[in-house]
Structures are given as structure tokens and as C-alpha cells.
């Protein structure tokens, strides 16, 4: 059986493997405790016919050795669990930006996700919360005096590359959101007010949902878009085309703006 | 004995007497876990049939789900999961086992129970003002909670939430005091700390870990109406737009709410849980007519749950962007906490092989309290680990956790006691025949409704969704598994119904019984006024009896130790 979601990441092999042998371990250890239980329930029904079973009132040194010698074997057991995750915790997140990543910055929004890409010059351009004004086109409220926001892609699809890291920013615009890409293994709540930082390896072309993990409202079951993973030319071509769409847009209005 | 009936009115109503108090407690769990039953009966109809009408309100709208997901867990957590372990309870027995003739503050005592009511009473208004009960989820994160434009019920609804909840707070930190001041100062002649019933020692654990969370939280949610009503922003941040229209600007983090809250939500688990250890650890001895083979392991153990709970409440916060070495070190406490978890739950496993077990209605409840226990506990330190629980939290494999850790081990913990306590709230006994048909329908359906939903979480389901739908193609797979979860969610709460009735029909028809029906050793079941103790808890075992009855198994706390 297996319930997990297809894993498109790079650290997703790993993490899969090692949440697998956890639950394999864990449900031995259930059913091992609950047939403890049923035995006891047996046990007593041949004890009811045989009264002489009745032991001393002491405890008995076994029993005692045999609770004190599981004790040891759990923790053990529980430090192993500590040890053995602790790695994939600190790949994952208790590491520097890597050089030469996909940047894209991810706000939540009550009920939607916008990715939005630094553009040519690799520099999110300022926003301003008086600005923010999704009917006109800018749900993020883009600065336009802000030269570096001139480039600036806003997306409602995710799209990245495959096999380069990716450095999120993650933003909430009015309460927490969860980013959560349950394909990717990856979740981290947008809180407003921060700025989080995530990062990961996309590795299998396809579509993943992205999902709200974090309560936000009553249309929080509805808050979801869409990763793409694609290969690294379809993404440059993506790119290029929007930035040239955006240069576009931006030119008329200025020549708007001027006449 | 002469117990008044159970539906008797109290002589005075702001009566001081724990056993009518306790009473009164009772009640008023049975209110809010039979509303709270009903509305996760409507959470789980609308998950599985969205388009099905509830008679007089209509059609669930997806903000109605999240105002039932909040108010569910609002009275489950605290007004029966804390109100009976923490208040009922102690009320029934808390004083005679020690000895004591009375509680220490008897007034503040009874004050408590009026402020718990008061709550009560505002928190179900919520459900009548205009836009309804708030839907942050009962840990009301802000700004979500802390703004009335973020959706319906997070206006007046959110009011009245924080106001029962900052009641509660008074009441359960009034009711504490007097539990640890009765403890600390009213113990009979000899009754030292080596002799104390377990169920005492989790009541002094608990109550100190009350009094330390719920001020934390009186805190948090004093402050948070304060961000709401007075202009501060403890929880608001600065560049807040909401509906595209920008916010009061403020200086505060909605991380320190966090922090608050999940400091007084992760030490209340144990408040829920700790006494219902401590009286499995009781019941096993009576039980099984052995004593508890390593008191001072379970001594240790329960003060080490204590302490070690205040510090593990970072782990509900390890994807929430705090820094990634304090997740480490969180996740290294959760760890650390499974070990005296693990050490109770071993000796009751091997107490289990000892002695002759009676199967008896109360027994067959804490058998069913170790199961989910169990069950519950061993996906604790899967979700310990920060690097797995990035992938599960907030998915149903935590619902599944804590539905079996918190409410479903807790709740046959309470089970267990009412069933072994009967007797002293009503001088009869319960029905065995009924008690036993409610315990195996109940174990059934309980692990029918929970175990799959670590099913459904591992597929990456998140919790608080009204409907599965959207671009997730797999969420179309678990709509037989919650089809199946909602069966066995009607199968329980139908279960209860035997109960309920069996409580209600025992306190008139009920078999009258013997003065310490159970053969038990600790003082609540002592004929003597003011008994005098030179021997521990729990002297169980073959010629354990006293002198003058050698035959017997038990030799109770009020009866002079025998000379060996």
C-alpha cells in the first residue's frame, strides 16, 4: 500500500525512505502492544480455572527486567529516529542559499498563491500595501517607481526548471498561509509580516498541486494552484516570453503616460 | 453509604460541597461533549455528502464547517477533556484520598465551576450572533483572529470566543490553586508523598502545569482583544491588506501568538492526559490485585512528563518559519518526553502479566485507554521529527494523532473512572452487561473512525477543508476512506447513547452495593471520617489483607499497616 503522493524532489527519495521505515517500524510496535493486549485478556480467562497460578506479592524480577530492558531498547530506538532525520532536516533547511538558484518569491493571499519571478535584473521590485490592487492587475502591489519592479513576473502557475535548486521567498499578504506541495515533500507556513525562506530541488517534470496548509478563511479548501516542473529550456523560453510580454505592457503604459 | 440521588438538587446552589460540585461538573460536560459530538457528526456528513441540508439551517456553507471545526475542539478540549480529568474528578475523589476532610478553599473552589458555566454560557452564544462562531480553528491564529475583516465570525463571534476562553483561563487557574493547596497542606496523618495515590501525583503535576499554561493564555488571548479593541498590536504586523485594503499597520508578530498559545496548548495535553495515567496505573493494581510494580518509576516519570512538557511546544511550529536549530532542539525535547511516556506504558504492559485480571467494565475501559494510547502515541515521535513532520503537519495523520493520543485515550479514561467511581456519585453501580456492549462498540468504532485517517494524511490531505476538491486528482481516492469514517463516527456517538442511558436509568435501578465494591485500597472508598495512613497506595496480593481478615488480597490505606 501506498498512499504517498508521487515525489518529484531531490530530497523526496530520502525522505520517503526513511518516513516508510518509520511507519513500518511504528506499526510493528502497535500490533506488538495490542496482541500484548489480547494475551492478557486470554490469560486471564485459563487463570479464572487455575487458582494456584497466583504469584507472590512481590513483584516478580523478570517482569521488571524485562520493563526496564524495553525501556532501554525504545529510547534507543527514539534517539536512532532523532539522529537519522536530524540529516535530512539540516540538507533541507539548515543550509546557505546555494549558488545560481531559481529565485521566486510566494505570497498568500486570501484565497490564492502569486509567484512572482525577479525578472532580468535578478531584484524583486519594491511593493507598497496602498498599492495592492488585484481588479488593475497588481495583486502585489508592484511599486512602478521602483525601477527593479519593472521586470518583475507575477505568476498564478509555478513554473521551475528541473534538476536546478530553487530559493522561495515565502510572504503572506493578510493572514498565515501554508505553503504546502505535497508532491515536493514541502511545507512552511507565509507569515505575514516575514519573509521565509525555503529551498528545493525539483527533479521529475510534471504538474503538482499546491495546496493551503494553515487555516486562512472560509475559502481555504480552495486555495490552490498549480507547480509545473519542466525542463530547463522550456523554462528559459517561458521566462523570455513573459519578460517580453511584461517589457510590453510596460512600454505602452509609459507611452500612455506621456501623451 | 448515603449518597442523595444524582439529580438532586444541591441544598444551597453555590454550594461548597465537592461531591455536588462534582456533580455539577459532570453535567456540564455532558452538555458540551454531546454538543460537541453533534457538531463533528455534521463536520463529517458535510465532508462526505457537501450538497446534504441540515434541517433548519440549510446547506453547510465551507465557512459553517470551519465555525464547527473551532467550536468542536473548543468544548472538547477544554470543557470535557479538562474539565472532567481536572475538575470532576478531583471534586468526587481528590480529597478523600488524601485524607482530607475538606478542600483547602472550598470557595474559590465552587467560584471556579460558576466561571467555568459562565464560559460555557459565552462560548455557545457565539454559535447566535450575527455572522456566527468565529472560524480560526480553536488556535486562533492571528491576523486571522485578530481581524474582523477576515471573514465571517471573526468579529463579535471571535469576542465571545476569546471572553469564554480568558474565563476558562480564571476558572481553571482558581480551581488549580485550591487542588494544589489541598494537596500540599490537607494530607491526613501519614499520608507522606511515597504513599500518595498515582492518580494524586498527576493531579499535583497537572495542577501546577495548569496554573504555569493557563496564564500564558489568559495572556495571549488578553492581548489579542487588546489588538482588537484598544489599538495595540501585540500579533499585528506592519503592511497588512486585507480584501486589497490595507490594515491598521503595526509593529507586532503574529510568531509571538504562536509561541504564546502552543506554550499553554502543548503543557493542556498533558493536563487532558495525566490523570487518566495516573488512574490506569490505579485500576491495574485493583484490577489485577497486584501492587504497581515500580511506584517510584511512575512517580518519576509523571513529574518528568511535567517538566519536560513545558518545553516541547516549538513542535507544533516547526514548519511555521521559526529557525530551523530551534526546530532541532523542539524536536530533541518531543523525543525526550517519549521516554517516561514509554516507561509508564511498558509497566502497565507487565503489570497486565501479573495477578488475575478482572474484567470488569472499569478495566476493559483502561485496557481500551492503553490501546489508544498506544496507538496515538507511537506516531508522537514520527511527528517529533522536523524533517517528517514538514511533510504531515496539518495534514489528517495529526488528526488521526491526537484523536487517539488526546480524545479517544482520554475520553476512555474518563470512561473508566466514571464506571469505577459510580458508586461514590450515586451509591449504586452501574449496568456491567451495558458497560461492557458500550465498551466493545466503542473500541471498534473509535479505531474505525481514526486509524484511517493516517491514511488519508499521508496522501497529503490538509485538515480544515470543507470539500476535497481542486487540481488534487488523489483526493478522490480517500472518498471512500471518509465515506468509511463518517460510518464509524455514527457507529460511536450511536454507542454513547447506551451510556447515557445506562448513567442516567443506574441511579435509580442500579444494583446498590457494598461499601468498597471494588476491594480497593485508596482512601476514597474509607468508611473512616478521618482516617490515619501507615501504608502505601496500592498493598495488593495473596494474604495481603489486614490482621483481622487475613484471607484477603487488599490491605487499604485506612487499616493499620500489619506487622510482618
Redesign the interface.
Known sequence: MNFLPPNGALNGTALDHLLRLNLAIVFWLFVAAQILLVLALLRRASARSSQASATAAKPSRTLLVIDYTALLAITALYIWMLVSSHRLWAASREQNPTAQPVEVEVTGVQFQWYFRYPGADGVYGATRPNLVSAPTGNPLGLDPSDPASHDDIVSAILILPANRPVDLRLRAQDVIHGFFVPGMRLKQDAIPGMTGMLQFTPTTPGDYPVLCSQVCGLGHYRMQARLRVVSPAQFETWLASRETAILKTNAAAALGGSQ | MTTPPLTAKPRRLFTTNPLALARLYLFLALIAVVLGTLLSLLMRLHRTWPNLAVPIHGAI???DY?AL?TMHATLMVFFVLTVVPQSAFPNLVLHAQIGASRMAFPRLNAAAFWITTASLVVLLAAFFVPEGAP???WTA????SALAA???GQGLGTDLWLLAIALFCLAAVASSLNLLATILTRRCPGMNFTRLPLTVWSWLVSSSLTVIAFTALFAAASMLLADRHCGTSFFL????????I?QRD?T????LWLHLFWFFGHPEVYIAILPGMGLASSLLANFTR??V??YRLMVIATLLIGFLGLGVWGHHMF???MN??A??AF??TT?AI??PS??E???W??M????????ATPMLFT?GF??FF??GG??G??L?????D??L???FFVVAHFHLVMAMAGVFSLFAGIYYWYPLLTGRLMNEALGKIHFWISLIAAYGAFFPMH?AG???E???????????E?FANLIPVERGITWSAFLLAAAQLIFLFNFFRSATHGASTRPNPWQATTLEWSPIAHPAVTNGPYV?????GPQARPQEDFLPQWEPEKPF
Open positions: 456553507r465551507p465557512e470551519l471545526v472560524i480560526a480553528g491564529y492571528p491576523p486571522l477576515a471573514g465571517p504586523p506592519p503592511g497588512t491588506v486585507m480584501n486589497g490595507p503595526g507586532g508578530s503574529p510568531m497486584r501492587p510494580p515500580a514548519v511555521s518559519g530551523p536549530y526546530g532541532t524536536g530533541f523525543i517519549s521516554v514509554s516507561a506504558i511498558l509497566t504492559l507487565v497486565l502479566f501479573r495477578g488475575r485480571l478482572r474484567l485496557l492503553i490501546s498506544i496507538a507511537l506516531t515521535p514520527i517529533a521529527q522536523p524533517a517528517l514538514a511533510y503537519h496539518n495534514t491514511f499521508l496522501a497529503g490538509p485538515r480544515h477543508y470543507a470539500q476535497l476538491t481542486g487540481p488534487v488523489y495488593y496480593g495473596p494474604k495481603a
